[in-house]
């Protein structure tokens, strides 16, 4: 199944007690929020397509794969869904675990219906900032691509080193004159849609410092 990107965020909730996934489902529908069931843990795996944001609502105690798994394996795959766990069997040394993989929180069951919306809104802002900024460095990844080698070159020689970023040192770290460095970074500012040294310098450290695309 596909999900609608545009139709905003889901809920997916994996669990093996069908009792728990039908109970919270509905609950989580009559609040106005999307929700996708899985009985497992592959069955998440076999029906997630990354194309929706949203956040994890995960069972820890699930047979087979259990939950932190489950996380471990999202981790490693580089799927940053936010997980918030929800379980009747995890203790202290599991909460611990599952917090030190990035989970937003570890809720014992029963837990309240209150604290779990107040989880599930700050997974979901948290998923839509992810969402944004791996927008942008598929974005800026995009726009660097399009750059020939010289200007690839004489770019990061710029974002790397701002203070001797002029056309005059540019040429001279290169060999080649300022006009040919201004010919280039025209072209660079074009294709990078900035219109100056600072809007380079501001969208190449966020995709810096937001990690890989």
């Not at 047979?63 to 932190?68: A, I, M, R, S, V």
């Amino acid at each position: 199944m596909i999900d609608d990107p545009d139709a905003g965020p889901l809920i997916y909730l994996v669990d093996d007690d069908e009792t728990i996934r039908t109970s919270l489902s509905r609950a989580l529908d009559l609040r106005g929020y999307r929700v996708r069931t899985f009985a497992s843990a592959q069955a998440f795996l076999d029906g997630y397509d990354g194309t929706s944001p949203g956040c994890l609502l995960l069972d820890y105690g699930m047979p087979q794969t259990n939950g932190l798994q489950l996380q471990k394996h999202l981790r490693e795959s580089g799927i940053d869904l936010p997980v918030i766990f929800i379980t009747g069997h995890g203790g202290v040394p599991e909460s611990v675990q599952a917090m030190k993989m990035g989970a937003i929180d570890f809720l014992e069951k029963p837990f309240k219906q209150s604290a779990l919306i107040d989880r599930i809104e700050t997974a979901l802002e948290i998923g839509r900032e992810r969402s944004a900024a791996k927008r942008a460095r598929q974005e800026f990844r995009s726009r660097f691509d399009s750059l020939t080698e010289r200007e690839r070159e004489i770019a990061s020689r710029m974002v790397a080193n701002p203070a001797q970023s002029s056309s005059k040192e540019v040429g001279r770290q290169l060999g080649i004159s300022p006009r040919t460095v201004d010919h280039h970074r025209a072209r660079i500012f074009e294709k990078m849609c900035v219109n100056s040294m600072a809007e380079l310098l501001e969208i190449s450290l966020k995709a810096a410092t937001s990690g890989d695309p």
